[in-house]
C-alpha cells in the first residue's frame, strides 16, 4: 500500500544540525510533489518546504530562510528534511506528506508517521 | 499568529451538525480553490478530509463537506459521532511571498 515511513525520534543540542528521513513506497516515487510539515507541542500545523522529486526543485518558507535543506534519493525513493542551527522552539514533530497530484499546490492526501525532534540547551 | 483564522473550539452532540470555519484572504482561500481540511487525533498523523474545497477524498464519509464563500472556508460535519471528536485543520495554497501553503490555528471539535 502506498505509505511514507519516517526516521525516528531525534534529540540534538541548540546549534546543531538535525536530518529527518521520509522513505515512500506503493507508488510512483518521481510522481509527486513531497512536503515537510511541523507541529510544535500545542501548537498548529505548520508548512515548511517543498520538493518536486522528479526534477529536485525545491521551496520554502521564508521563516526557514537559510536553515532547511530538502534533498531526495529517488534511487531509494527517500526524501530527506535537515534543519540547522537548532533552536528550542524547533522542537516539534515534524511530518513529511505528499500532495496527492502532480502540481505542488495539491492537497497532502498520505502522511508519515511523524518524527519527534527534541532540541536542548 | 496563523495565517487563517479558525474557531478554537466547537462542540455539538451527536446527530447534530456542526460546521467550522476558515477565515483568509484573497490571496489565499479567496484566491484558489485549493482549500483542504485535516482530521488530526492525538499522536497520530493528520488525515486529509476535504480536498479542492469541496471534494472527498476515496474512504472519507460523506458526512464531511466543504464550501466557500469569498475569503472563508468551511467543513460541515453532519450526524457527529464520537469518532469525530479531533483537531482540524484548514489549509489553503497562497500566492505569499513568504510561503506556499497556509494553515489555519486549528479547532478542537468536542462531542458531548
Known amino acids: 500500500q502506498v505509505q511514507l515511513v519516517q526516521s525516528g525520534a531525534e534529540v540534538k543540542k541548540a546549534g546543531a544540525s538535525v536530518k529527518v528521513s521520509c522513505k515512500a513506497s506503493?507508488?510512483?516515487?518521481?510522481?509527486?510533489?513531497m512536503h515537510w510539515v511541523r507541529q510544535a507541542p500545542g501548537q498548529g500545523l505548520e508548512w515548511m518546504t517543498w520538493?518536486?522529486?522528479?526534477?529536485?526543485?525545491?521551496n520554502h518558507a521564508q521563516n526557514f530562510q537559510g536553515r532547511v535543506t530538502m534533498t531526495r534519493d529517488t534511487s531509494i525513493s527517500t526524501v530527506y528534511m535537515e534543519l540547522s542551527r537548532l533552536r528550542s522552539d524547533d522542537t516539534a514533530i515534524y511530518y513529511c506528506?505528499?500532495?496527492?497530484?502532480?502540481?505542488?499546490?495539491?492537497?497532502?492526501?498520505?502522511w508519515g508517521q511523524g518524527t519527534m525532534v527534541t532540541v536542548s540547551s | 499568529q496563523s495565517a487563517l483564522t479558525q474557531p478554537a473550539s466547537v462542540s455539538g452532540s451527536p446527530g447534530q451538525s456542526i460546521t467550522i470555519s476558515c477565515t483568509g484572504t484573497?490571496?489565499?482561500?479567496?484566491?484558489?480553490?485549493?482549500v483542504s481540511w485535516y482530521q488530526k487525533h492525538p499522536g497520530k498523523a493528520p488525515k486529509l478530509m476535504i480536498y479542492?474545497?469541496?471534494n472527498r477524498p476515496s474512504g472519507v464519509s460523506n458526512r464531511f463537506s466543504g464550501s466557500k464563500s469569498g475569503n472563508t472556508a468551511s467543513l460541515t460535519i453532519s450526524g457527529l459521532q464520537a469518532e469525530d471528536e479531533a483537531d482540524y485543520y484548514c489549509?489553503?495554497?497562497?500566492?505569499?511571498?513568504?510561503?506556499?501553503?497556509?494553515f489555519g490555528g486549528g479547532t478542537k471539535l468536542t462531542v458531548l
Open positions: 506503493g507508488y510512483t516515487f518521481t510522481g509527486y510533489f
Open positions: 479542492d474545497v469541496s
Open positions: 484573497s490571496s489565499d482561500v479567496g484566491g484558489y480553490n485549493y
Open positions: 489549509s489553503s495554497y497562497t500566492s505569499s511571498s513568504t510561503l506556499d501553503w497556509v
Open positions: 520538493i518536486n522529486p522528479n526534477s529536485g526543485d525545491r
Open positions: 506528506a505528499r500532495a496527492m497530484a502532480g502540481r505542488p499546490y495539491d492537497a497532502f492526501d498520505i
